[in-house]
């Protein structure tokens, strides 16, 4: 399943690089860059959508309380 999650190439290398340094880090694994981009292509495909969804829902929780306020204040 292809994701429609698409980042920049910036946002992407870092994101790249963010989990290279994770595995020598925490694991004491150094992973070529092939690897990590596999890596984070897994988890764009797998979970990017679930990630994407709740932000929106949160996003919306988040207006409707902003919204209750608002009519909270009028007189």
């Known amino acids: 399943m292809k994701s429609n999650i698409e980042l920049s190439d910036d946002r992407k290398k870092r994101i790249i690089e ?8 925490e694991r004491g ?3 070529g860059m092939l690897a990590a981009e596999l890596f984070y292509e897994f988890f764009i495909e797998r979970i990017g959508s679930e990630i994407y969804n709740q932000g929106l829902i949160d996003a919306k ?15």
């Not at 963010?18 to 880090?25: A, G, L, P, Q, V």
């Not at 929780?61 to 007189?75: L, N, P, V």
């Open 18 to 25: 963010d989990i290279r340094e994770y595995f020598y880090k």
């Open 61 to 75: 929780k988040f207006i409707e309380e902003k919204t209750d306020d608002i009519y909270g204040m009028m007189k």
């Open 29 to 31: 694994e150094e992973i």
